[in-house]
């Protein structure tokens, strides 16, 4: 089942302009992260960001979180070709035996126009 | 350090049959899951592994197992092929695994079942 859900299915941009996704998760969390799935290969983590935080950076990404509304945004400034990727948060989610897995939305597919 | 590596990358096999996945991970992780990727059912987790010990299930029928080596390394198994199988499988391996950390995904094996 799904933990996370990003929005909007899909983006569209040119080269440059910044673009905006967003994840909205149903139950408390630990963290909250983001990967980046270039066209049917594997993940890449892109950043990590735990409960008790509220914004953090990396490069020409920046991410929020929000726990008291459940969301998170991550914000690509400046986007190049070599973006264009599908987007996804994950969030760590127990499992019936108590456990924690990590559990993924069904993800933002972006697409930088040149 | 090498990344995640996956074999075979593609595979082509008839319902009924069965099927083994390889997965090595990052030198000194050890801590490997595994996820199938479809276009209906976006990643699912389907176990994780870590210290020769399955860690952590996903909801899956007991087709699917796994296991893990004493070098870490991760092989998973599905019996009795059936067409909605087929997906990619992507495994990724953690220093300390479990759904707080970030994890390193393999290129993924893209397994058909026809």
């Known amino acids: 089942s799904q933990q996370g859900e990003e929005d909007p299915q899909a983006l569209s941009i040119q080269e440059g302009e910044n673009a905006t996704m967003n994840c909205s998760y149903k139950?408390?969390?630990?963290?909250l992260q983001w990967y980046r799935q270039n066209s049917g290969r594997g993940l890449v983590h892109l950043i990590l960001?735990?409960?008790?935080?509220r914004e953090k950076h990396s490069g020409r990404l920046r991410v929020t979180l929000d726990t008291s509304k459940k969301s998170s945004s991550l914000l690509i400034t400046a986007s190049r070709a070599a973006d264009t990727a599908s987007y996804f948060c994950?969030?760590?989610?127990?499992?019936?035996?108590?456990?924690?897995?990590?559990?993924f939305g069904k993800g933002t597919k972006l697409s930088v126009i040149p | 350090k090498a990344g995640v590596t996956q074999t075979p990358r593609y595979l082509i096999k008839t319902r009924g049959q069965q099927v083994t996945l390889s997965c090595s991970p990052i030198?000194?992780?050890?801590?490997v899951s595994w996820y199938q990727q479809t276009p209906g059912q976006g990643l699912q987790f389907l176990f994780e592994y870590f210290s020769e010990t399955q860690r952590n299930k996903g909801n899956f029928p007991g087709r699917f197992s796994g296991r893990q080596f004493s070098n870490s390394r991760s092989e998973m198994n599905v019996s009795t092929l059936e067409l909605g199988d087929s997906a990619l499988y992507l495994c990724a391996s953690s220093l300390v695994g479990g759904a707080f950390y970030e994890q390193y995904f393999g290129p993924g094996t893209r397994l058909t079942v026809t």
């Open positions: 030198s000194g992780h050890r801590s």
């Open positions: 960001i735990r409960s008790n935080e």
């Open positions: 139950t408390s969390i630990n963290n």
């Open positions: 994950a969030t760590d989610a127990k499992s019936g035996a108590g456990s924690y897995q990590l559990t």
